[in-house]
Structures are given as C-alpha cells and as structure tokens.
Nanobody, 123 residues
Framework: QVQLVESGGGLVQAGGSLRLSCAAS????????MAWFRQAPGKEREFVGR????????YYADSVKGRFAISRDNAKNTVFLQMNSLKPEDTALYYC????????????????WGQGTQVTVSS
C-alpha cells in the first residue's frame, strides 16, 4: 500500500505561481509513474500531467502545457508540480497519483491517490 500526501496548495492571484509537492510512503517510489490530476467543483477529475520513474519522459494536458512542469526527487520520495502563469480556470483540488505498471492519462491507470490539495486562483 502506498500513501500519498499532497501539500503546497493555496490562494494565488492570476499570473502567479505555486509549487505543489506529493510525498510518498514507499521504499519503491522510484519504480512508480507519478501523475497529477485535478477536479474543479461540478466537473470530472482530469489529467494534468505525469512523469516516468526515471524522469526521462513527461506528458501534459494541452490546457497546462508550457505553464506547468512536473519533476521528482526519488531520493526524497517526492514529486512536484510547478505551476506558473496561473489562471482562474486552474482552480481545483489537485491530486497526485501513482502507478507501477502504467503510463496512462486516465483515472483508472493509477492505483494510489492522495487526498488532494486545494488551489484557488483569483482574477
């Protein structure tokens, strides 16, 4: 069982930046693909981006490409989401997710989920 704990959310003005972190409680963190999803009120949970175990490959949703960046530190069992040029439409609860045998972009591709951290972008 892998536990994921997100942090770093908050309230920011449009155009600002935030850096989210997700700490994982597993000794085999370096074998997991890690992803970020988000869910706005009344909307489906949507894929934001993911990073492979070795950080070689990243992939992002079109809506965040060029503004968000995912990185990871396997020595610290942590994955990050750097969010720049934030827009009000980025307001959502942000979740990190982990999968050992998937590189997918759907909810069903991931086995473990955190509780989420709230990001609110004011206009």
């Amino acid at each position: 069982q892998v536990q994921l704990v997100e942090s770093g959310g908050g309230l920011v003005q449009a155009g600002g930046s935030l850096r989210l972190s997700c700490a994982a409680s597993t000794r085999t963190f370096s074998t997991y693909t890690m992803a970020w999803f988000r869910q706005a009120p009344g909307k489906e949970r949507e894929f934001v981006g993911r990073i492979t175990w070795n950080s070689i490959y990243t992939y992002y949703a079109d809506s965040v490409k060029g503004r968000f960046a995912i990185s990871r530190d396997n020595a610290k069992n942590t994955v990050f989401l750097q969010m720049n040029s934030l827009k009000p439409e980025d307001t959502a609860l942000y979740y990190c997710a982990a999968a050992q045998h998937s590189f997918g972009t759907t909810r069903g591709s991931y086995d473990y989920w955190g509780q989420g951290t709230q990001v609110t972008v004011s206009s």
